[in-house]
């Protein structure tokens, strides 16, 4: 490999960038700011817009304790080619959510508690990722305080924790 050539494959490495996670701080009382009766169609609708994984149904119970929601996985033959797919569903109960990372290519990565990652979404764009994260830690927050969001400095009990 000549310098020109690797110089040219170096400045179009740059270009390109880097994925990086979006400074983002999910809203929790976006809940108290709507209907109770809209909350829960609202977060399905936005978690069926979801560009990747394709996904086929979701479902947001109504009692506030869980997203669940089906997708397709693609499954890659020989060089990567989709030959295939299987239904997978993944129900999300929201005293379990730990974080949500968004990132500038419009994922939506979900963790559970011990930081463990369960999930991954790309949205269409930016502001269906941010109002999906909205909605999620919404539904965490009144599930995990009963409702009254703590003020920021105030001690915060985890609901997997004794008190």
Known sequence: MTLR??????SLSLLNGCVTVVPYTPRE?????????????????????????RVVSAEAD??????????LQTIHGPFGIPVDSV???????????????VYDNHYVYIYVYEDRLVGKLR????ADA????????SFRAQRVYGGAIPEHGAPQHDALTPE
């Open 123 to 126: 949205f269409e764009n930016s």
């Open 87 to 101: 239904e997978r569903e993944l129900q999300l109960h929201y005293v379990n959510l730990d974080h949500l990372d």
């Open 5 to 10: 050539t690797f110089l040219c494959f170096a």
């Open 62 to 71: 109504r009692a506030g304790e869980y997203l669940r929601y089906t997708y």
């Open 29 to 53: 009382t976006v809940l108290q700011e709507m209907q109770p009766a809209d909350a829960a169609p609202l977060l399905e609708a936005t978690v069926t817009r979801v560009a990747e994984p």
């Open 130 to 137: 941010k109002s999906f994260c909205d909605l999620l830690m």
